[in-house]
């Protein structure tokens, strides 16, 4: 396919830079650990690029979440209007509502979307890797790297090899377990989410009740599907569903929605905070312009009961001249 020559040349480039790296350090060049980390560095370069539109994703869902009330109200306004006229209505007074509120729906699937075609140039790449007897290199990858990468091992089993065609149990296993892993983190990114960062009463509406099907609904795909991966790409998708999840605790935990449990907490631990530090500043005494403490602080901080007891001032007094008498 001509027209993913560009991704396959992008994918190889990363992973190629990444193994010469690896292979500076004393690695193996054919070894599994060298193409394996080499796959986890793709990863990181992709969702680095990633972010800005990760943080337009997350606040975006949470934008949509919000705005489930007003929405119904819409909703509930069209409701038995099937005229095309009142159709438009009801789509441009929705786009309004979007735009007032600073929310794309278009934008909780970006990153998504933007990772698929780089998922499919790296499963074509693995893919010519895997082909036997002999493989077919895709991209920058020459003969002799291709060759190399067909015939590395991550705990047995190359990373070319899928649960489907394989007759080796260990491969079978291997792969079994990189699926459970793979679904179980895209659960716990989308239950995390759900849990932690939308407020209750975003939580009972059709969209709320849509995205709890979803929850479920997605890792069963990625399971099914996974049977079909190369090692090497579910090894892609399950570093990617890491730096999802890690990424999403971060950004809920610094900028969570108002009124949801993360909120809350955030502002609990703004208030722990704050007591510390009163508690911290009233323990410790002042200091005075000779950079001494005051004692009658000091005292007073101790619980001395000669706290507050002036000091005897230590200047020098100077002797008054007495006038004489004519």
């Known amino acids: 396919m001509k ?6 040349d992008a994918v ?3 992973m190629l830079a990444f193994h010469s790296l690896f292979k500076s350090i004393g690695m193996d060049p054919a070894g599994g650990a060298a193409w394996g980390l080499s796959i986890v560095g793709l990863v990181v370069v992709i969702r680095i690029l990633l972010i800005p539109l990760f943080v337009k994703q997350i606040n975006a869902q949470r934008g949509l979440q919000m705005l ?3 929405i119904k109200k819409l909703q509930a306004k069209y409701k038995g209007k099937s005229d095309p006229e009142s159709r438009q209505k009801q789509q441009q007074e929705m786009m309004k509502l979007y735009k007032d509120n600073g929310t794309n729906p278009l934008a909780s699937c970006l990153p998504i979307v933007l990772q698929a075609p780089i998922f499919f140039a790296l499963f074509r790449v693995l893919n010519g890797i895997g082909h036997k007897p002999n493989p077919i290199p895709r991209g920058l990858l020459s003969l002799v790297e291709a060759r190399q990468a067909a015939g590395a091992e991550i705990f047995g089993a190359h990373i070319s090899d899928k649960f489907i065609g394989a007759t080796d149990l260990r491969v079978q296993i291997i792969t079994a377990v990189l699926i459970v892993l793979m679904s179980a983190t895209t659960f716990t990114t989308q239950k995390q989410l759900m849990s932690k960062n939308m407020p209750a009463a975003a939580m009972d509406n059709p969209f709320a009740q ?5 929850l479920y609904v997605f890792p069963l795909i990625f399971a099914v599907s996974g049977v079909n991966f190369p090692i090497g790409v579910l090894l ?3 570093t990617t569903n890491v730096w999802s999840m890690g990424q999403q605790f971060y950004v809920i935990r610094r900028n ?3 009124g949801s449990p993360a909120y809350d907490d955030l502002e609990r631990r703004k208030a722990e905070k704050a007591a510390k530090a009163a508690a911290h500043s009233a323990a410790v005494p002042p200091v005075v312009a000779d950079g001494s403490v005051d004692g009658a ?3 007073a901080a101790n619980g001395s009961p000669n706290a507050a007891a002036p000091r005897p001032s230590t200047q020098r007094q100077q002797p008054r001249r007495q006038k004489r008498k004519r």
């Open 3 to 8: 027209i993913l020559e560009p991704l396959y």
């Open 12 to 14: 190889t480039f990363i």
């Open 68 to 70: 489930q009330p007003e």
């Open 210 to 214: 849509q995205q709890k099907i979803l």
């Open 236 to 238: 892609y998708w399950l």
């Open 256 to 258: 969570p929605s108002p």
């Open 297 to 299: 602080a000091n005292g």
